[in-house]
């Protein structure tokens, strides 16, 4: 066979397929894999009974009964303002859209410690925000309003980063089609940019939801971190650290990553049917 007819093959920009691979997952096993399953193995050491006596304790379904419903209420804001703010960014331009686009990352350059701080500062009964609230009865430190505030401010970035590159690559010309067939917008909305969206949509309200399941930092500023009425399952988990409780710690941890793990694989789920759905169309 002549130079000219052997097969060209295509120029790949990383190296070897096989050292790409081999990298990619050493890192998956080191970052991720190899902690999950120390606390999958630590918790299996605690033995059923152990472990169902740790988990179903007054102080523990306290602790994830607020972990939840805040999360829950999070996770459904985030979810209809980060659509907002997504069809803000990119539907409309005004000055300073730039500047509002680059706020919605700062959630994830801002440590949680730091915005845990900043947000009790504000809303504090003489914060800048904090007083005319109270002055209208409404307390957001240490009440289950604190722990649902932090949590969205930390969480609303997956949603808005899930839904904005959506929006971009839909084509305006669908829109049009159905404007031009005389469908009103909302109709429009619901039957050309929904279905298009809501994978997306999905999958950033769940990677929301989990994020807020663990996050610790911001919460425990603003919470007051009162056993049974504003404590999170987070932090029960570090205390149960500090007081050498490691069996306790790992049992509550082990119960929050399988929620995370069951919400994950549920959302995949709609979203792989829903795309199915959205290509049989």
Known sequence: MSAAAAPIRAKRVLPGFSLSLGTTLLYV???????????????????????????????????????????????????????????????????????????????????????????????????????????????????????????????????????QPVLEDLDPALEQAAMTLGARPFAIFRRVVLPAILPAWLAGSTVAFARSLGEFGAVVFIAGNLPFKTEIAALLAFIRLEEYDYQGAAAIALVLLLIALILLALSNLIQFRAARHLEAR
């Open 29 to 163: 096993a080191l970052v991720i894999m190899i902690p999950v399953i120390a606390l999958v193995l630590k918790g299996a050491e605690i033995g059923p009974v152990r472990f169902w006596a740790i988990v179903t304790a007054p102080r523990t379904l306290a602790a994830l009964r607020v972990t939840l419903t805040a999360a829950a209420a999070a996770t459904v804001f985030n979810a209809f303002y980060g659509l907002l703010m997504a069809w803000v960014l990119t539907r409309y331009d005004f000055p300073g859209k730039r500047i509002l686009d680059a706020l919605m990352d700062i959630p994830f350059a801002l440590p949680t410690a730091v915005a845990g701080i900043s947000l009790t500062a504000l809303y504090s009964a003489n914060g800048w925000f904090g007083a005319p609230l109270t002055g209208a009865g409404i307390e957001l430190v240490y009440t289950l309003g604190g722990v649902i505030l932090a949590m969205t401010f930390t969480s609303i970035p997956f949603v808005v980063r899930a839904i």
